[in-house]
């Protein structure tokens, strides 16, 4: 195994083995956890090929994150990476934790349309998630830019994008 979690139990690979203690990383890891991220992805790759990612799809794509497990094993996975500081990974780790909560504070309807979501809406979410107003803000800021990168790429530039990660979508 590559951890305490039960889902982390996995074939003893030697290779793996030998290439994570060296810090090289661990291919086959990364590419098995990406084909189990894949199938569920697919869907979503086409909401945002077609601009119309919401709350809700960024939640789920932070949900499946962490089915990769820590994000520092996740980074260390990734050849030629050099060893993250620890603090940046764990104030990594702290957004990602504190947006899901936001996240899961957050109605339906303003899951879906974001842009209902007004000062006092702000100030219930961050209650209900046990944060602060600000890290409510930071999270919409995020989501704003996120929308005008993904609009920003053409359509061409994301099927060239997506071919290179093995995903054949018809545009």
């Known amino acids: 195994g590559t951890g305490e979690d039960i889902s982390e139990i996995e074939v003893f690979n030697p290779q793996s083995y030998i290439n994570r203690l ?35 799809d960024f939640r789920e794509m932070l949900e499946s994150m962490q089915s990769f497990g820590p994000l520092s094993k996740f980074l260390e996975s990734i050849p030629g990476l050099k060893r993250i500081d620890e603090k940046v990974v764990s104030i990594g780790e702290e957004k990602i934790k504190r947006w899901r909560a936001i996240l899961n504070s957050m109605t339906k309807e303003e899951l879906l349309n974001p842009s209902i ?29 996120m929308k005008k990168m993904q609009r920003a790429l053409s359509k061409r530039d994301l099927r060239r994008i997506l071919r290179q990660g093995r995903f054949d979508l018809q545009l």
């Open 117 to 145: 979501i007004d000062r006092s809406r702000s100030r219930r979410i961050a209650k209900g998630a046990g944060v602060t107003l600000k890290d409510v803000k930071d999270l919409l800021k995020s989501y704003s830019q």
């Open 22 to 56: 060296l810090g090289l990383g661990d291919l086959q890891y990364l590419v098995k956890r990406l084909e189990e991220a894949k199938l569920s992805e697919r869907i979503k790759l086409e909401r945002i090929v077609s601009g119309k990612i919401t709350l809700l």
